[in-house]
């Protein structure tokens, strides 16, 4: 299935525009997991069970698994979701970005090898370096545009032309790499004005919002500024808070809870 068509009918039969960040970090795992060698695998299993319902989409970050030689259990984990969860998007979040014969072997791995249904990845080496993952016709692309980090403002804040540099990525992805589709924008929940100054460039294109929960990020801000007409529109990640909310044996029913209670908390300003 097409990754918008899956998201669009996330949003609208999980009633949520809550992603989950697999961020596994083992330092951070519940004692009864810790030593095993499917320690990662298992953490983040748990908390897909148990929050799958609650979800427009799962996002896991290819680093905590490469980090420690754990690139076999991210396969397990999007297999797993992919077969228990049908019709939930996982985007691997990587943030790419090289030269187009790089980008080729990048997009094989993230779609042909992790089975991804979509990827973050960096448009600043321009179109030739995103071309390799656009031509995917079913996978999403989603690209950095206003990042949470604070340094992010060090280049996207930069006068280009008369417009900030995020606001030209914008308009770069809305009218001109987005010919089929399957585009969306990174803006952090750090920054609920350029939120809507991004979707006032981009029509109902998706945007990925980073940034509430562990870095502070205002959710009612967020949803107001970036909701499209519908009440949809975003993906709002959480990674962090949701999934050490517990420390425990229960961790992946404290992790529900904290999804539970991010969702109902978007809900209420859409
Ligand atoms: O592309 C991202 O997902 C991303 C972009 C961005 O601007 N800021 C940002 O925090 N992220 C990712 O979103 C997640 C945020 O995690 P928490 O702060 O724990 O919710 C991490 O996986 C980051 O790598």
Redesign the pocket.
């Known amino acids: 299935m097409h990754f918008m068509t899956a998201l669009k009918a996330a949003w609208q039969q999980r009633d949520s525009l809550l992603c989950v ?1 697999l ?1 596994p970090d083992p330092d951070r795992f519940p004692a009864h997991l810790q030593g095993r060698p499917d320690a990662i695998f298992e953490f983040c299993r748990q908390v897909v069970d148990a929050t799958a319902d609650l979800v427009c989409c799962f ?1 896991p ?1 290819i680093a905590y698994f490469a980090a420690r030689r754990a690139e076999d259990q991210l396969e397990a984990l999007i297999e797993h979701i992919h077969a228990r969860h049908p019709g939930t998007p996982v985007v691997l ?1 990587a ?1 790419r970005g090289d030269i187009g014969s790089t980008a080729e072997q990048y997009a094989v791995e993230a779609f042909e090898r992790f089975k991804a249904d979509a990827i ?1 990845v960096n448009p600043y080496m321009g179109r030739d370096s995103v071309d390799p993952y656009l031509t995917y016709p079913d996978k999403g692309v ?1 690209l ?1 545009c206003r ?3 604070p340094g ?1 403002s060090d280049l996207q804040f930069l006068e280009v032309g008369g417009i900030k540099l995020y606001e030209h990525v914008a308009r770069l992805v809305a009218q001109d790499w987005n010919a089929s589709g399957n585009c969306g924008l ?1 803006v ?1 929940a750090t920054f609920p004005a350029e939120i809507a100054r991004v979707r006032e460039l981009t029509g109902d294109m998706p945007l ?1 919002v ?6 502070g990020g205002d959710i009612a801000a967020t949803v107001a500024a970036g909701r499209t007409a519908d009440g949809c529109g975003l993906m709002i ?5 949701i999934l050490y909310a517990g420390k425990g044996e229960d961790f992946a029913a404290a992790a529900r809870q904290a999804a539970l209670d991010t969702r109902a908390a978007i809900n209420a300003h859409r």
């Open positions: 960040g961020d996002k970050q979040d943030k973050t989603i950095l990042t949470s980090n992010g990174v952090g990925l980073p940034g509430i929960g562990a870095q990640n959480s990674s962090r808070a």
